[in-house]
C-alpha cells in the first residue's frame, strides 16, 4: 500500500490535486490519498505516526506558516524515505526548492502528463529505496514490520510469531504466505520456521544459531537449501 499526503492550504487546489493524482497513478497500484490543509495538519499527520511514501507539497503558504520547503526540511529529511513532489505557481520557485531533496517541481495549473511523469519518479525512487516490509494482522489492525528488525518467523498451530529485535507479535497466518512477501534474505530451515540470513551466527547440519544466541532447527530436507541461501547471501555481502 502507497500513502499519498498531498499539502495545500487552498481548499480547492487541494481537491484539484488529488482529482489528478487518483487519475494519474498506474492502474491497480494499491494506495491512499490523504488531504492536509496546511503545515499543521500535515505537522499533525506525521506526528500521528503515519508514513507519507510520496508527498505532494505547494510551496508557498499562508502569511505566518512555514513554506512547504520548511516542512519537508523539518518532517522529511533524507533518511525518511518520503519522495517530496513540489507544487508553485510560481516558476522562480523551481530553484529555490533545490534547498531539499526531491523528485520533481510542477507548475500550477499542473499539467497531467507531467504529474504522470513526477509520480511514476517517485514510485521507482521508492521501488529502490524503501525497506522491505511485511504485512500482518495482529487483532483487529495492520502492521508493517520492516524485514531487516526480524529474526526469524515460527508457525505453531495456526499461528506465526514473527520474533523481532526486542519484540514478539502473533497473527493467524501461513508461514508461506508470510515468506512470500520477505526478500530473498529470509531463508525456510524447517517446515515450522524462516530465518533472516543476517541474523546467522553458525550453521550445521540440525541447527542454526543466530547472532543473540538463540538456536532453531534445520530439518533435513532444508539443509542444502539453507547453506546454499547462506552462502550465495554472504557472497553478496562481500
Same mark, same amino acid.
Given at each position: 500500500?502507497?500513502?499519498?499526503?498531498?499539502?495545500? +492550504?487552498?481548499?480547492?487546489?487541494?481537491?484539484?490535486?488529488?482529482?489528478?493524482?487518483?487519475?494519474?497513478?498506474?492502474? $491497480?497500484?494499491?494506495?491512499?490519498?490523504?488531504?492536509?490543509?496546511?503545515?499543521?495538519?500535515?505537522?499533525?499527520?506525521? =506526528?500521528?505516526?503515519? /508514513?507519507?511514501?510520496?508527498?505532494?507539497?505547494?510551496?508557498?503558504?499562508? *502569511?505566518?506558516?512555514?513554506? $512547504?520547503?520548511?516542512?519537508?526540511? /523539518?518532517?522529511?529529511?533524507? *533518511?525518511?524515505?518520503?519522495?517530496? #513532489?513540489?507544487?508553485?505557481?510560481?516558476?522562480?520557485?523551481?530553484?529555490?526548492?533545490?534547498?531539499?531533496?526531491?523528485?520533481?517541481?510542477?507548475?500550477?495549473? #499542473?499539467?497531467?502528463?507531467?504529474?504522470?511523469?513526477?509520480?511514476?519518479?517517485?514510485?521507482?525512487?521508492?521501488?529502490?529505496?524503501?525497506?522491505?516490509?511485511?504485512?500482518?494482522?495482529? $487483532?483487529?489492525?495492520?502492521?508493517?514490520?520492516?524485514?531487516?528488525?526480524?529474526?526469524?518467523?515460527?508457525?505453531?498451530?495456526? @499461528?506465526?510469531?514473527?520474533? =523481532?529485535?526486542?519484540?514478539?507479535?502473533?497473527?493467524?497466518? @501461513?508461514?508461506? +504466505?508470510?515468506?512470500?512477501?520477505?526478500?530473498?534474505?529470509?531463508?525456510?530451515?524447517?517446515?515450522?520456521?524462516?530465518?533472516?540470513?543476517?541474523?546467522?551466527?553458525?550453521?550445521?547440519?540440525?541447527?542454526?544459531?543466530?547472532?543473540?544466541?538463540?538456536?532453531?532447527?534445520?530439518?533435513?530436507?532444508?539443509?542444502?537449501?539453507?547453506?546454499? +541461501?547462506?552462502?550465495?547471501?554472504?557472497?553478496?555481502?562481500?
Amino acid at each position: 500500500m502507497i500513502t499519498i499526503a498531498i499539502c495545500d +492550504d487552498d481548499t480547492h487546489s487541494l481537491s484539484c490535486i488529488h482529482e489528478l493524482v487518483e487519475q494519474a497513478l498506474p492502474e $491497480g497500484l494499491p494506495h491512499v490519498i490523504i488531504d492536509a490543509c496546511g503545515p499543521q495538519e500535515l505537522h499533525d499527520l506525521v =506526528c500521528a505516526g503515519t /508514513q507519507v511514501d510520496v508527498l505532494l507539497c505547494d510551496v508557498i503558504m499562508q *502569511e505566518g506558516q512555514p513554506t $512547504g520547503i520548511q516542512m519537508v526540511s /523539518q518532517l522529511f529529511p533524507p *533518511e525518511s524515505g518520503t519522495q517530496v #513532489i513540489y507544487v508553485s505557481g510560481y516558476l522562480q520557485q523551481a530553484l529555490e526548492v533545490y534547498v531539499t531533496k526531491h523528485v520533481y517541481f510542477l507548475l500550477k495549473p #499542473i499539467d497531467p502528463e507531467r504529474l504522470a511523469d513526477a509520480l511514476n519518479r517517485a514510485l521507482a525512487q521508492l521501488s529502490r529505496t524503501r525497506p522491505a516490509m511485511l504485512r500482518i494482522k495482529v $487483532g483487529h489492525k495492520e502492521q508493517l514490520i520492516n524485514a531487516s528488525s526480524i529474526l526469524y518467523l515460527e508457525s505453531r498451530l495456526h @499461528k506465526v510469531i514473527v520474533h =523481532c529485535l526486542g519484540r514478539e507479535m502473533e497473527t493467524y497466518a @501461513k508461514l508461506d +504466505d508470510l515468506q512470500r512477501q520477505l526478500p530473498s534474505t529470509f531463508s525456510r530451515c524447517h517446515r515450522s520456521f524462516v530465518v533472516n540470513l543476517a541474523a546467522v551466527s553458525s550453521l550445521d547440519e540440525s541447527e542454526v544459531t543466530l547472532h543473540d544466541g538463540t538456536r532453531l532447527p534445520v530439518s533435513r530436507r532444508r539443509a542444502h537449501e539453507l547453506q546454499h +541461501d547462506l552462502l550465495m547471501y554472504l557472497a553478496s555481502r562481500s
